[in-house]
């Protein structure tokens, strides 16, 4: 199975990020942030494959670990995406303020042990031992949702393939385009 029909097979239709599809363009994905501040990030641009979905919706192992090193955190969302020969899982922590560095990191990785766990199922329950590999991991911290105090211009970030080297960016308008996450 293509690991796409896999995912829309695995994960419940709650946890998935609202999808826009005109005419197919590419998609644009809501990606909403529940709670007091009830923000909204909207990614523009997606590849016509691609699944997001919400990765704080798995409940936090809290009965099981002792969350001593805040193992049981979980990022936002989880992006899933493919355009041609080029794969990606972007994780993303959404802050309507500037939130602690420290404490996004471990939500990013939270979600990365999430995607390592859906790996570890598919691969037991579907017999899909090659779901998910090759896809190259991005690791995204958005600020300041909506708070519009400077440009939106960022400046030229290296490659965020882990949690330490996350790429930070503000979403003052509540916009990001896809490639940049990238």
Known sequence: MDDFEVLYDLLRGEALAPVE???GRPKTITLE????????????????????FKADKFPPPEC???NSRHECKRADYVVIARQRNKKW???IEMKSGTGKTAEIKQQLRGAKCLVT???A?????WEEHG?????????????????AKRSTREPRAPVHDNPDDMLTMSAPKGIIHFRKLL
């Open 21 to 23: 599809n005109l005419r």
């Open 64 to 66: 099981l670990f002792q």
């Open 131 to 147: 779901f998910l590999r090759g896809f190259a991991e991005r690791f995204v911290g958005v600020r300041e949702i909506r708070i």
């Open 121 to 125: 199922i598919v691969q037991e329950f």
């Open 89 to 91: 899982i972007v994780y």
């Open 117 to 119: 766990y859906c790996r």
């Open 33 to 52: 942030e529940s709670g007091q501040q009830g923000y909204v990030l909207k990614l523009l641009g997606t590849p016509n494959d691609t699944i997001a």
